[in-house]
């Protein structure tokens, strides 16, 4: 049992996931500024930004929400972004095997925080919230069934391996599966779903700051928001890693193959940066027919590909 | 200092609400933006909603429409919180002062922690003044 809390709290879980994950949205940060060649924050700035809203900010409750569900919703949503970096931070760090179908449960544990944000921007009763939350469902609806999508494939194309610990030997063994035609083109439309997931522009209309006055989080404010802010800055860094496992050939902490799994993750969450800062916002319906249309084809483009065998 | 009022100092999120300016104020705050001035080198950075800001940045003569509408930001903000007033029009009213439906300079209205005069007030003004209000913290 208190092994099980260290995992979860501790290494890899909680703290470790989130310190990772500040370091990670410094990078988004900073790379950000350097595309727009400004200087950019300090490499400790989103730490003092989540301290200044944990600890000295004052939180606001909504008059006309439901209180309860407004704070509940955030923890709800750190936890389930927790369980999710456990199991996708267990097999990498060589601690556990997992468990047969753990690719499936992560599919369900990645939702968690998003579904929760929509539960606690419903709750706090303001309009321009509802707003947002109602792009967030859609969203949600679009690019949910791509990513299935995606899981799936990469069962195929492990033959049928439902552990992510299996499906990293087996890339090991035969080579990454980003190597064969099939593989570029689902990794192409991952590289845009955890975009999406990760709310980040051009996939961030939920949270627009200029048309919506930051849409689901409008309501959140100190400690509440911290949490919440948490919560992003694990799924910035669990995102990147999770694509690494399934496509770059999975990670391995051991020699030199700890540079290559770094190089890994970093290659992605650059790729993601990137896509960030050279895309305009989209509408909600063209961001809806971008995943529902293009990318679900993309990605059935792909099983056919891995079918033919190339 | 403690590490609440450093963070505190170093992360100071900018809500900005433009009373009736004449404009020009306007475009001297983005330009603080631009990576010629670079705000975020010091955390400073401008957010959509109230309750995340930590500084009320008000620029323009407040008429009587505005007055309301800045007392309902102001109580929407979620404290610590400090107030600028910028330019001319923030501090005295300007060239408004004398207009019929001016219902006082800012500091009459909430309370300001840091006045920025100028019409408009360079970038650089704002910046050394947001700096000096992060070392009274
Ligand atoms: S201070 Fe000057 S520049 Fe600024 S809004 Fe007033 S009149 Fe315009």
Redesign the interface.
Known sequence: MAEQLFYFFIYPGMLFAGIIGIIFAWAD?KVT?RV???????V??P???F??LL??????LPKNGSVIFFLLAPVLGLFGATAAAVIILMPALGLTSGFRGDIIVLFYLLAIPTLMFIVGALASGNPLSSVGASREIKMVLSYELSFILIIAGVILKSEMTLQLNEIMALQQSQGAFIASLSGIVMFIAALVVIQGKAGMVPFDMAEA??E???GI??????TA?AIIKYTKYILLFILPVFIAEIFLGGLHFEGIHILWSILKVLLVLVLMILIRNTNPRLKIGQAMRFYLLWINLLVIAGLVLHYIGI | MG??????K??LWVFHFGGASCNNCDIEILDCLT?RY?V??F?IKL???P??A?VLLVNGSINKRDKPRLLEVYD?I???AFVVAFGACGCTGGIFAEGITFAGPVDTIIPVDAYIPGCPPKPEAMLSALMKLAETI
């Open positions: 940060r500024a727009q060649f400004r200087q950019g924050p300090p400790l700035q730490f003092y930004d301290i200044k600890l000295v900010k004052e939180t606001i700051e200029t919506l006055a930051e989080f409008m309501e959140y404010s100190g928001y | 590490l609440k009022s450093f963070s505190l170093k992360s990576p670079d975020e080198r955390g957010v959509g909603s309750r995340h930590d929407q979620a404290k610590p």
